[in-house]
C-alpha cells in the first residue's frame, strides 16, 4: 500500500490516500512508519530458521572436531597444540571463504548458525576489511576493521577481567 499525502506543519500527523482506494484517514508518522515496517518486512518461519542455524552451526563444530583429531591422531599432536591449530586453521578458512563471496552466502542461509563459532568473529573483521580497503590502508582499513568485531574484543576482555576480579575476591575470602 502506498501513501499518498503531505505532511502537516506539526509534523506529528500525516493526511494519507491509499492509492487506488481513495480513503482518507490521519495517522501518527509513528504508526506510518509501523505500517510500512511491517509491510516491507518479510515473513520468516522460525521453526526453519532454527533447524538451519542448528545444523550449519553444527557442521561448523563437526569440522573443528575432525580437524582436531586429524592432526591428534595422523599429525602426532596433544590435544591442545592441536585445538590451537584448529582454531587457526577455521578461521583462515573463513577468511578465504569471506575473500570469495562464499561466507555471506552461508550466513544468509544459516544465519546465526554460521555466525557463532569462531568463524563468525573471523568473518566480521575480514568483511569490514574488505569492504573499506578502498578507503587506503590507515583510514580504511586500520580504522574500520574492529567496527563489528571491537565490541565484541571489548566486551569479552571487560567481562573476563571483571570475573577475574570476582574469583580473585573470593579466593581471599575463602570461597
Known sequence: MDFIGELNTDYKERTCICSDIYIMETKSGQQIYQDYIEQITPKANLGSRLIKAFFIGGIICICGQ????LLQNWGGLEKEDASAYCTLILVLTSVIL????????IVNF???GALVPITGFANSVASTAIEYKFEGQVFGIGCKIFTIAGPVILYGILSSWILGLIYWIGKIFGL
Open 110 to 112: 544459516a544465519g546465526a
Open 98 to 105: 569471506t575473500g570469495l563471496g562464499v561466507y555471506r552466502k
Open 66 to 69: 575432525l580437524i582436531v583429531e
